[in-house]
């Protein structure tokens, strides 16, 4: 039996529309407004929505951008309104609305709407990544949007000036075209050639962090960087380093020199605090529509608390606790107390004690390898990140963790 979804204000027009569609056979959920719409849509994934454009929390077109920049649009959507335009029909359809009906809705032409949509074959397109269009209640974010995208039309090359909490993959996202490719030069260590970049065409060069790439991954950016317009690609890169600082460590100054012609400095998610629940809310969406997690809700008490964890690892750290939140827990609900299991355990617990029985030196350096190893932890072994947070030179910190017999990975080392 197919589900329909009707979102509509008006308690009269719900139970209308109700009655004749459950006289059809259907199983019909009602939602009296975008929120209450938002919640059917995520734990009983309706066949079919009928959608009221004028409501009063958030109108039904910008319900639809929403679900369309978060890749919700795997259901049919027919669009309603009694203050119907040309103009608002053809924008609803642009958006992935299947119809429109205009009110009084005409018996005939709703159950003709409502069997053209769920005869519909399901979407199989591969799902996309998240971007800042999927959080749009944003003020912020919206604004970032806008100037990511007025400086992609000027200009090829972004970088971006990041910190701890860093939404540069969101960035990059951003300005990647529907359709076209999303490549990671950090995970490439073999010598680019034109094959590759014609692969990518139209599409998005990434590096999350300049400081991280090697010697030939830097030549692998400079050759794509030169090749951008013939390509019709679009590079953007981040870094917390100066110029000057990327020099000293042996960069190329000409390939610097173009890098560094647009900059711009999006804001951590520690300046986001307060979008941290819309972001994470928007999250647990992605990955449970993706299959990568269980159907899942999230409490308002649990999103509050992701709201003061400063998130020093940026989106990817935010993205990682969900997904491990989502599959952790038991029940359909991630609570508070899920969050503070999971994230309330520092790396400095209990069993990390420091016994005050020892000499000054010794426990000096015990804190010390303590305080090191929580940090890398927390950096995801970025030795550029870590020196940056601890306040030590490159090379000074390289000896120190030596001394102190903290291995170091692979990543750490670049």
């Not at 609803?92 to 119809?99: E, P, Q, T």
């Not at 600082?245 to 804001?267: C, H, M, Q, S």
Request: hydrophobic residues 40%; proline residues 5%.
């Amino acid at each position: 039996m197919a589900k329909i979804l009707i979102v509509d204000d008006e308690i009269g027009i719900r139970e209308l529309l109700s009655e004749i569609l459950s006289d059809e056979g259907y199983d019909i959920m009602l939602a009296e407004n975008a929120a209450a719409a938002r919640a059917a849509r995520m734990s009983t994934r309706p066949d079919l929505v009928l959608l009221d454009i004028w409501m009063p929390d958030t109108d039904g077109v910008t319900l639809l951008k929403e679900w369309a920049a978060n890749d919700l649009l795997s259901m049919p959507v027919v669009m309603m309104s009694g203050h119907g335009t040309i103009d608002t029909a053809v924008e609803a359809v642009k958006l992935g609305a299947m119809d429109f009906l205009e009110k009084p809705i005409a018996l005939q032409k709703l159950l003709s709407a409502v069997k053209r949509g769920l005869q519909r074959q399901p979407s199989t397109r591969p799902r996309s990544a998240l971007t800042l269009a999927s959080f749009p209640r944003s003020a912020a974010v919206k604004e970032l949007r806008r100037r990511l995208e007025q400086i992609s039309d000027k200009s090829r090359v972004l970088t971006l000036r990041i910190n701890s909490g860093s939404i540069a993959e969101l960035c990059g996202r951003t300005l990647q075209k529907p359709g076209t490719s999303w490549f990671d030069l950090a995970g490439l260590s073999q010598p680019i050639d034109l094959p590759a970049l014609e692969a990518a065409r139209g599409g998005v060069l990434f590096v999350e962090d300049l400081a991280t790439l090697s010697r030939a991954q830097q030549k692998n950016l400079a050759f794509s960087v030169d090749r951008l317009d013939r390509y019709e690609l679009h590079a953007v890169c981040g870094t917390s380093r100066s110029p000057d600082d990327l020099i000293a460590e042996g960069w190329d100054p000409v390939l610097l020199k173009r890098l560094f012609e647009v900059t711009l400095a999006p804001p951590s998610l520690a300046e986001l605090k307060d979008d941290v629940p819309e972001i994470a809310s928007q999250v647990l969406t992605h990955l449970v529509e993706s299959g990568e997690v269980p159907p899942r809700q999230i409490s308002t008490a649990a999103l509050n608390t992701l709201r003061t964890k400063s998130w020093a690892g940026g989106f990817s750290e935010l993205r990682a606790a969900i997904r491990s939140l989502a599959l952790g827990t038991l029940d359909d609900e991630i609570t508070s107390e899920d969050v503070q299991r999971l994230l309330g355990r520092s790396p400095i617990s209990a069993n990390h004690a420091l016994p005050l029985d020892m000499p000054l030196r010794e426990a000096r350096e015990s804190f010390e390898r303590i305080y090191f190893e929580y940090h890398l932890q927390l950096e995801s072994g970025n030795i550029t990140r870590l020196a940056d947070k601890t306040g030590l030179e490159r090379t000074h910190l390289y000896r120190k963790l030596k001394q102190l017999g903290i291995p170091l990975g692979r990543r750490s080392e670049q």
